[in-house]
Each structure stands twice: as structure tokens, then as C-alpha cells.
């Protein structure tokens, strides 16, 4: 064999560093095999001849605003100097005696609601918790989230946003049996309680641009941490505070 083979070799790889040796060079350390790929699957759609269920289309206009009414106008879209009692009473002027929906709201809480801030009442018994904010809608100012305790461990959870006409526009509102709820990214995130013990259910509210209203965009069911482990915060997807 010519001796001069790796010494020529080696002089050929020096300015080709990137490049993998040709054949006759030897073993020069290139990329070596990780082993056999695992064949890809594609999902099987099974009985195909079965004519599914419709999914209807959204509303092309999108969601209509629900203003608030009977609040002074909102400065510069603003939302922080809204005061969240105000708000809620506000609401419930507007529906009254309606115990069920998105403006459903207990008897008692709302007899609570009314007497938040008068003589003779704790300061922790009115059931509109402490506001948050955060930029929900990616219009550069801050949405208004507002939490109500209801009884049985339910709470109400609304968002609303402020138009260029100083206008409250409540762009969500769900009521749930909540174990926590967060702010992550430009999502409000709830866990509830799945039904099945031992799992819990969490649920990602966010802008949808199009509906012009905050929709549950991502659901996923958890494992609840047994004691000393640490909870999931979020769903897939959804960003960090």
C-alpha cells in the first residue's frame, strides 16, 4: 500500500472540513448511524363510509358586542380606573333576577354584590375578587378580567374590553366549578375538576380576531399531582405569563 495515501488524504480534508471523506481516505470520525428510524404512521380514518355530524360554520360577522351600560365612559381605552363592583352591578341592573347563563347569578351573591363596600361589612365579603389585567385582544392595551365567587366553590370569570368610544365590551364569561385560573400569555387559563377522579380539566380562553370574542381554543385533561409534585400550568400552546 502507498504510505502516502493518508498523509495525501489528510491534506485533502484540511480545507474541506465540512465536507465528509471520499472513499479510500479511511474512518475520519464523520456522522455514524443513531440506529433505525421508526416507520412513520398516519392516522387511520376509520369507517369512512359513515356520513359525520355537521360542524356549522361561524357567523361571518362575528360576535355582536355586549356593552355594558349605565358606567361612565372609559378614558383612552383605559381600563384600570374601571371600578369592578361598579361593573358587575352594572350587569346586574342590566339582568336582573337571572340565575343561570352568562349573566346567571344567585340570589345571594348577588344581595352580596349590591352590599359590597357598605357600613358594617367585612372587607372580605364581597364576593368580586380583585381585578387583573393584561393585553387579551393584542390591541396594545389591557383587558379587564374580573372574577365573582359563587357558592359551591363556582366562580364567574369575565373579561372586557374598551373600545375607542370609551365602551365596555364584556368579550367573555364563563361560570365553573375552577380549581385555579391564570393568566398565560394572552390566554386566561381555567382548571376545573374532569369528572374523573384524580384528573382535572384545563381549558385555554383566547382572542379569537375574527368572532371578536374570547373562545376555549384548547382543552387538555391532566394527571393531578400527588402530594409534593408540581401541577401542569397551561395547555400546549399557551404562553407564559
Known amino acids: 500500500m502507498d504510505q502516502r495515501l493518508p498523509r495525501a488524504c489528510a491534506a ?33 380514518h376509520l369507517w369512512p363510509e359513515r356520513r359525520g355530524a355537521d360542524v356549522p360554520p361561524a357567523d361571518p360577522g362575528g360576535a355582536p358586542p355586549e356593552y355594558v351600560r349605565g358606567l361612565p365612559p372609559v378614558r383612552d381605552q383605559d381600563v384600570h380606573g374601571v371600578d369592578p363592583v361598579a361593573l358587575v352591578r352594572a350587569e346586574l341592573d342590566a339582568h336582573p333576577d337571572i340565575s343561570v347563563g352568562a349573566d346567571g347569578m344567585p340570589r345571594e351573591t348577588a344581595d352580596a354584590i349590591r352590599a359590597c363596600g357598605t357600613a358594617g361589612r367585612a372587607p372580605g365579603a364581597c364576593p368580586v375578587l380583585k381585578p ?61 375538576p374532569s369528572g374523573n377522579p384524580g384528573y382535572a380539566l384545563i381549558t385555554a380562553w383566547s382572542w379569537d ?16 399531582p400527588g402530594p409534593g409534585a408540581s401541577a401542569t400550568a397551561a395547555p400546549s400552546g399557551a404562553g407564559a405569563p
Open 132 to 192: 387583573y389585567y393584561r393585553d387579551l385582544t393584542g390591541n396594545g392595551s389591557d383587558e379587564l378580567v374580573v372574577g365573582i365567587e359563587l357558592p359551591d366553590r363556582m366562580m364567574s370569570v369575565r373579561a372586557y374590553t374598551a373600545d375607542a368610544d370609551g365602551r365596555l365590551n364584556r368579550i367573555m364569561a364563563t361560570t365553573e366549578t375552577v380549581v385555579s385560573v391564570e393568566l398565560a400569555g394572552r390566554d386566561v387559563v381555567l382548571r376545573v
Open 12 to 44: 485533502l480534508l484540511l480545507p474541506l472540513a465540512a465536507v465528509v471523506a471520499t472513499a479510500g481516505c479511511g474512518d475520519t470520525g464523520g456522522l455514524a448511524a443513531a440506529g433505525p428510524t421508526p416507520t412513520a404512521s398516519g392516522p387511520v
Open 209 to 224: 380576531a375574527r368572532q371578536r370574542t374570547m373562545l376555549p381554543t384548547r382543552e387538555q385533561i391532566v394527571r393531578v
